[in-house]
């Protein structure tokens, strides 16, 4: 087994060697649509607290491994930890989500940021890796991941969520300069992140382009895959002898799959809108890929999801590098007996496409 | 000049004929960015008054030719007149948009809705059509419009916009019989009304599908590219010894551009995230194609804008087949002075497209 996994089938799928079924884990599976999840998030009080309180964030960590048959954890944490800890003030507003105090607009806001020490102001990040790795024993890899540096400087431009990103598509088109100075700065900062979230325990890496999606195809070369790119060359793959897979995901990235993969990464994330057969045709010896039902559908009927996850298999097809996934978080009003269905299906359906 | 016209240059650059520069036209070009459009909105009351008024209609389709030098023309209207026709009951509630009092949810509310008569309750739309076309007097075509089936059907049955579209796609995934009868009802009465609006004086066609680009490949291929495509094939497109053109726009669709162009379709719509010169690789020798600027960069400065135009233009490249547009409609808070400096780029750097 790799890395002396007990389940090491996610690694094998990642790396596109065989495996008896196709393996299965699900953004945001520790949240919300968990009562259990809700109970230690209202003990924690804020959200911050639950993120950068190891004990905790190693529990809701577990919550779902412990309902679900999963084949990977992925650490909790927030995707504006980064930010964060330059030094932003970040506040989770009832029903607004994140917001920044202090947001950055200017090249002078720009010029007054530093790179973050992952073993300093964001070393409780470290700590949650290392109760989490040890905690799981060797079960399944644990994933540890960052948002890619577009994302994050959406969040730091605009100073919060749901905006229409004027703000940072602005910079973009008025002070492209400023803008790859930031871009620049995030990304070595999240080579330094996930470098250090390796050395404290993470075994495999996934990067969120939660926003590269709205960017026009020059811009989200220029500004968001660039710097990708640059990520996935700088950080160390291997770690005690063993490969470090990375996941790249682009939400609304559909169109620049053979770009993506172009990066080096080992996979790539689709969201539900790309059809994996053509998305294979075009990557698939390259990387692997992970996804991509609708999180929406898991609102539907559970005989409704167990049809959508076949389909989801037959499209990827037979053999090895799929990782089984949605195509964006599970939102907080899903069923958890609809993701025992799902989870059900994927078992029940996948083996076939690995004889 | 085609069809009596002044200015024909939209329907040359649809029918990929030499043109002398790439027209422009602007969705939403008449709309709240313009002072003038606000003070008719208010004079009017409400916004269904403004659409059911045919001098109102025609006064706000006008207000952006006064203003700008475009080279079409669009039927001041909304997308969900159809459902409205069918007796769902619709206003638009203060900052919420659109609203349905009688949404659509089970077979047995299906089974009770009819093909609306296009000269009956959806006349008030052929006399703002034969007022503007008058009132335009062959100075450059005019647009009419519908929403797709699919686009229309995600309204009726959420009973409103803004929504995750969970009861919708729900109905796809649990119901699809009685979502193929919807949407087959839906695409006999667009084909309707598009004839009926040709017969009232729409010179070129256009299908809104704004919400084609939320579902996956298979659900776009069967719920909305399917009704679509019969839309096309049951649309009249010779009239008065002239063709109509129709224009197929799927918001989010640039992962199904060939299936969208094999409808028969004479152009495609674009949004801002597909790059034109990849898609005109893919679809340029079919159809046409329309779009594709980033409306939120139109609240960048007038040189950003500019420098997007040119990138728009060089995108497409030599030779005619595009037709300049947003990738998505303008935003109320665009200044009236920006949508100026789009113009005079696409003026001054479209010719040397075209020698």
Same mark, same amino acid.
């Given at each position: ?16 060697? $065989? ?34 309180? $190891?004990?905790?964030?190693? /529990? ?13 954890? +992925? ?6 930890? +980064? ?16 917001? &920044? ?8 806001? +720009? ?108 811009? &989200? ?13 700088? +950080? ?100 958890? /007996? ?12 996948? $083996?076939?496409?690995?004889?």
């Amino acid at each position: 087994m790799k890395s002396g996994l007990q389940n090491d089938r996610m690694l094998r799928a990642l790396a596109r060697q $065989p495996v008896d079924r196709t393996p299965l884990w699900l953004m945001r599976q520790a949240g919300r649509y968990l009562p259990e999840y809700r109970e230690t998030r209202a003990r924690a009080g804020d959200f911050m607290t639950l993120c950068s309180t $190891p004990e905790l964030a190693c /529990e809701v960590t577990l919550q779902p491994l412990e309902r679900y048959d999963l084949d990977a954890a +992925i650490i909790f944490s927030d995707i504006l930890t +980064i930010p964060d800890a330059m030094g932003l003030g970040l506040s989770f507003v009832q029903g607004e989500g994140p917001v &920044f105090a202090k947001p950055v607009r200017s090249a002078s806001d +720009i010029k007054r940021l530093a790179v973050p020490d992952p073993n300093g102001e964001l070393g409780y990040v470290m700590n949650a890796l290392r109760v989490t790795r040890a905690a799981l024993d060797g079960r399944v890899p644990l994933i540890g991941f960052s948002g890619s540096p577009w994302t994050l400087a959406t969040y730091m431009i605009e100073g919060r969520g749901g905006t229409d990103f004027r703000t940072a598509k602005g910079l973009l088109v008025d002070a492209p300069e400023a803008a790859h100075r930031l871009l620049g700065l995030l990304a070595q900062s999240v080579v330094s992140y996930l470098n250090a979230q390796v050395a404290a325990g993470a075994q495999v890496l996934m990067l969120f382009d939660t926003w590269g999606g709205i960017l026009s195809t020059y811009h &989200f070369r220029e500004f968001s895959l660039r710097y990708m790119a640059a990520i996935v060359d700088g +950080i160390s793959r291997e770690h005690e002898g063993h490969r470090v897979p990375i996941i790249l995901f682009t939400k609304g990235g559909g169109g620049w799959l053979s770009e993506i993969a172009a990066t080096g990464c080992d996979a790539v994330g689709l969201d539900w809108t790309v059809e994996l057969a053509a998305a294979r045709q075009q990557v698939g010896d390259k990387v692997a890929l992970q996804g991509n039902l609708d999180p929406t559908l898991l609102l539907s009927s559970c005989e409704g999801i167990r049809t959508e996850v076949s389909r989801v298999l037959d499209s990827y097809g037979p053999g090895s590098g799929h990782v089984f996934n949605l195509g964006h978080g599970i939102t907080p009003q899903v069923p958890p /007996e609809h993701v025992s269905a799902l989870i059900a299906a994927v078992r029940e359906l996948s $083996p076939a496409y690995h004889r």
